[in-house]
Nanobody, 120 residues
Framework: QVELVESGGGLVQPGGSLRLSCTAF????????MNWYRQAPGKERELVAA??????NYADSVKDRFTISRDNAKNAVYLQMNSLRPEDTAVYYC???????????????WGQGTQVTVSS
């Protein structure tokens, strides 16, 4: 069983910063791609940032403001969010692709979501 635990959301003024964390716990052999998604009220969930052995990718709306990073020793992924805007308000979810054993397939696991609200 694998569980993802997120933290770091909250209320911040426009122009402020937040750092989200997501750590995978449980029976883990390896972790591959790690992603951050967000879902605003009335909108579809969208990919914000992704990190894998191939590098990083960002949605155009967050490029040069958000930075995704990972700590493989801790099975953790982070999202540093700077210059936050009201339109960044959403529930943020991490998704991590996990292999639980050497011969197992890779499966995606989701965090519980953390609310980010950008408002004055």
């Amino acid at each position: 069983q694998v569980e993802l635990v997120e933290s770091g959301g909250g209320l911040v003024q426009p122009g402020g910063s937040l750092r989200l964390s997501c750590t995978a716990f449980g029976s883990i052999f390896s972790v591959n791609a790690m992603n951050w998604y967000r879902q605003a009220p009335g909108k579809e969930r969208e990919l914000v940032a992704a990190i894998s052995n191939g590098g990083t990718n960002y949605a155009d709306s967050v490029k040069d403001r958000f930075t995704i990073s990972r700590d493989n020793a801790k099975n953790a992924v982070y999202l540093q969010m700077n210059s936050l805007r009201p339109e960044d308000t959403a529930v943020y979810y991490c998704k991590v692709n996990v292999r639980v054993a050497v011969r197992s397939s890779e499966y995606p696991y989701w965090g519980q979501g953390t609310q980010v609200t950008v408002s004055s």
